[in-house]
């Protein structure tokens, strides 16, 4: 089945650095959502993103649709203390052969202050 | 608060015991869906539904079911639980045409 390869997999920074994040995939997709997942909770929206070159930002966040449609990235400008916690990628072809949302296997994100 | 609610946060189950997670949303979304979180493996999808009255079957749908009876509700039975049922289970819904969804808090289901 389609699949979605983040990486890096787990990152620990030091508070006010930067970080960043990307999802590949070998397959095409029209829609690619980022999401941020807090202990013994589910994840909550960070940005969505519906076409190719889109870049959007949403605070210190910023997340662009790669050019091919096969991957995304994510970046966190001056990272925080609560910035931790896991990110995960997701993308789906709405309308398409994958209308359902896949995601990612995560990056765990700690930070040190 | 509009969202999703889940219950029961956490269970713990005995093996062959039958166990029907509960998911309600109060959004109006016609699509929701169920998830299971296993360290490692990320997110998969275990069924969906895109609207009431239709049900599909994800990734992992084996040793489960749903039924959507309306458009609030969107239960999980495990008819006979295993081990490998040990999970996270998040419930999800989205108003479709490509939006984002939105998930519940989630229920740890321990299967001994």
């Known amino acids: 089945g389609q699949q979605l390869n983040q990486s890096p997999q787990s990152m620990f920074i030091q508070e006010g650095e930067d970080v960043s994040m990307n999802c590949t995939s070998s397959?095409?997709?029209?829609?690619w959502l980022w999401y941020k997942q807090d202990p013994g909770e589910g994840p909550v929206l960070l940005i969505a993103l519906y076409k190719a070159g889109e870049l959007t930002s949403n605070g210190r966040l910023t997340a662009q649709f790669g050019i091919t449609r096969k991957d995304s990235f994510l970046n966190i400008s001056a990272s925080i203390p609560s910035d931790v916690g896991i990110y995960f990628c997701a993308a789906m072809n709405y309308g398409g052969s994958q209308g359902n949302l896949i995601f990612g296997k995560g990056t765990k994100l700690s930070v040190k202050p | 608060i509009a969202g999703i609610t889940q219950a029961p946060t956490s269970q713990i189950l005995a093996a062959g015991r039958r166990m029907t997670l509960r998911c309600t949303q109060d959004m109006r979304h016609n699509a929701m869906y169920w998830y299971r979180q296993d360290l490692g493996l990320g997110l998969r999808l275990i069924h969906y539904?895109?609207?009431?009255?239709?049900?599909g079957k994800g990734e992992v749908p084996d040793g489960y079911s749903v039924s959507r009876a309306n458009t609030d509700d969107f239960p999980l039975t495990l008819a006979s639980a295993v081990p490998s049922q040990t999970s996270v289970y998040f419930c999800?819904?989205?108003?479709?045409?490509?939006?984002?969804?939105?998930f519940g808090s989630g229920t740890r289901l321990t299967v001994v």
């Open positions: 539904s895109n609207t009431a009255g239709t049900t």
């Open positions: 999800a819904s989205s108003e479709g045409r490509g939006a984002g969804y939105t």
């Open positions: 397959s095409i997709f029209n829609t």
